[in-house]
């Protein structure tokens, strides 16, 4: 099993919904929960960063953790064509990142 | 915010040959590097941490005579794949942690072709 599980999509909506991701984990230790944006044969983007249990919005993006679940969703409101990219969760114990497969998402204008 | 760079972005060698990467932090210093590989459609593999000063730590199943890590300062590592072959085409990220911010910032990767 993996630490980290991801689907990795794809996943194609219409410009203006909302997209809905998610990770779920197997490791307790895990101490903080991020989210990546990463676009084609570019570098991984810092999103969102948390590392406790409820909810952080920033702008159109809501990162929820649920640690009791080992489950954490991210929530991208009024979508654009721009928030096309592959989307990694990651998660980390003292400096160490573990990242989920990645969610392909692609916003149809 | 925090840059990181490679260089370079791009390589095409020849089998047999030994390839070098360099990861900079721009504007921060940077006491703990990582180096990952990311295959076409997967996700990234942390291969190694790399401390400024020591020897870097590898994960498992990862070579450390084939994959030769360097940081010999606090704004650059060094990643260099020995005697390429085919299958150590991939993309390659380096990563930086800012010791002011506590986070991690990515570089842009660099795509290593092996023919």
């Known amino acids: 099993q993996k630490e980290v599980e991801q689907d990795p999509g794809p996943l194609s909506v219409p410009e203006g919904a909302i997209v809905s991701l998610n990770c779920t984990y197997s490791?307790?230790?895990?101490?903080?929960f991020m989210w990546y944006r990463q676009y084609s044969r570019k570098g991984p983007e810092l999103l969102m960063y948390?590392?406790?249990?409820g909810n952080k919005e920033d702008g159109r993006f809501t990162a929820q953790v649920d640690k009791s679940s080992k489950y954490i969703s991210l929530f991208i409101r009024d979508s654009q064509p721009s928030d096309s990219a592959t989307y990694l969760c990651?998660?980390?114990?003292?400096?160490?990142?573990?990242f989920g497969a990645g969610t392909t998402v692609t916003v149809r204008a | 915010g925090a840059v990181v760079s490679q260089h370079p972005s791009r390589v095409i060698c020849k089998s047999g040959t030994s390839v070098k990467i360099e990861c900079r932090s721009l504007?921060?210093?940077?006491?703990?590097m990582f180096w990952y590989r990311q295959f076409p459609k997967q996700s990234l593999m942390l291969m190694a941490t790399?401390?400024?000063?020591?020897?870097?730590?590898?994960e498992q199943g990862v070579e450390k005579d084939k994959f030769l890590i360097n940081h010999a300062s606090l704004t650059l590592s060094t990643l260099t794949v020995t005697s390429a072959h085919p299958e150590d085409s991939s993309f390659y990220i380096c990563?930086?942690?800012?010791?002011?911010?506590?986070?991690?910032?990515f570089g842009p990767g660099t795509r290593l072709t092996v023919l």
């Open positions: 790399s401390n400024e000063g020591s020897k870097a730590t590898y």
């Open positions: 990563s930086a942690i800012s010791v002011s911010t506590d986070t991690q910032y």
């Open positions: 948390t590392y406790s249990s």
């Open positions: 990651a998660m980390r114990v003292d400096y160490k990142l573990s």
């Open positions: 490791n307790s230790a895990f101490q903080y």
């Open positions: 504007d921060f210093q940077a006491t703990t």
